[in-house]
């Protein structure tokens, strides 16, 4: 990244922690209960689950594509972890047959990509459906419910008094920052978004890096269903609706350009705490979901616009 480029993106990753900063400091002017040690964690496990669904987004979207079929994903992994945790699968096999799923999913969604010369787009929006469906006649429709404590620590439990969800959520960002920043795949990732074909001229393995992103957000998807199963001791087939707009809107609101080869999963963190943030407050100021989905939608726009005014057109 060019010195340019960089102040701009930290600058503009700068400005989005001050507007969070700026967001809970008029929360706690409105209602002295968002201000509270046990509502701020409340707001980092509610937050978990997105933050870690939007990191496999960010690196999608860096490498120039889209991955729709996330919140499905949750869905589909989530009921196979559920089943076979009812039918007494051991804990540690019933997780791996539920992040093999996503992972299995997410391959397909980057091979009809690649391979098959869909556009991101299409493909995402077809496994969507396929992956809903998937669940739906899984579970014949009914949620799978039910489980022991030992997978209910997921949830319940803590390491050093930090919730587990928020412990997986740190664990995960601090890998993915690594990979991003520190690993030849991380920069293909940069290189494939800023410009494919000279990425390509370049020798990177083009197609290769896209199929594994898309497998990397699948297998994050999972994970992110295995977090909810255990919180709500249920799996539901209709569990994720709506879960891959709160994911896009994180990764955008925290910097990560549309246009591919811009982000970082620092700036996707603060932009899922800001999701989390603004609805956590507005639950508490007893607003309407209704308009709470007016709000959120209303900031999605101006992180798009926003997205756009700083990225500069490529010539």
């Known amino acids: 990244m060019k010195p340019r480029e960089f102040l701009a993106h930290s600058g503009r990753q700068f400005g989005t ?41 960010t690196f999608v979207i860096i490498s120039g594509g889209i991955d729709l079929s996330v919140g499905s994903l949750v869905a589909f992994s989530g009921v196979v972890t559920a089943s076979l945790l009812q ?19 997410g391959l397909v969604n980057g091979l009809l990509i690649t391979y098959g010369r869909l556009p991101p787009f299409i493909a995402t929006l077809g496994l969507m459906s396929v992956a809903r469906g998937g669940a739906l006649l899984y579970t014949d429709g009914r949620p799978v419910s039910g489980f022991d404590e030992e997978f209910r620590w997921l949830a319940t439990g803590e390491v050093l008094r930090v919730p587990v969800p928020v412990v997986i959520m ?34 990177v393995r083009v197609r290769l890096h896209k199929t594994v992103v898309y497998g990397v957000c699948g297998l994050l998807s999972a ?23 709160d994911a896009i809107a994180a990764t955008v609101i925290g910097g990560t350009s549309l246009l591919g080869g811009q982000g970082s999963v620092v700036g996707t963190l603060i932009g899922a705490l800001i999701m989390g943030v603004l609805r956590n407050g507005l639950n508490l100021l007893g607003v309407s979901s209704f308009i709470q989905q007016v709000v959120i939608g209303a900031v999605i726009i101006l992180a798009v616009l926003l997205d756009t005014a700083f990225k500069r057109p490529k010539r």
């Open 17 to 57: 922690l001050v507007g969070l900063f700026a967001l809970c400091a008029v929360l706690w002017a409105l209602t002295p209960h968002f201000l509270t040690v046990s509502n701020l964690l409340n707001v980092a496990q509610q937050t978990s689950i997105n933050a870690v669904i939007a990191v496999g987004l």
């Open 87 to 105: 039918r007494a699968v051991p804990v540690p096999l019933a997780l791996l047959a539920g992040l093999v799923t996503g992972l299995a999913c």
């Open 170 to 203: 740190i664990v995960v960002y601090v890998i993915a920052h690594f990979v991003l920043r520190r690993t030849p795949f991380g920069r293909y990732l940069f290189a494939i978004g800023g410009n494919e074909e000279a990425a390509l001229l370049s020798g």
């Open 223 to 245: 994970l992110a269903a295995v977090m909810l199963t255990a919180r709500l001791n249920s799996a539901q087939p209709i569990a994720g609706i709506n879960y891959e707009l």
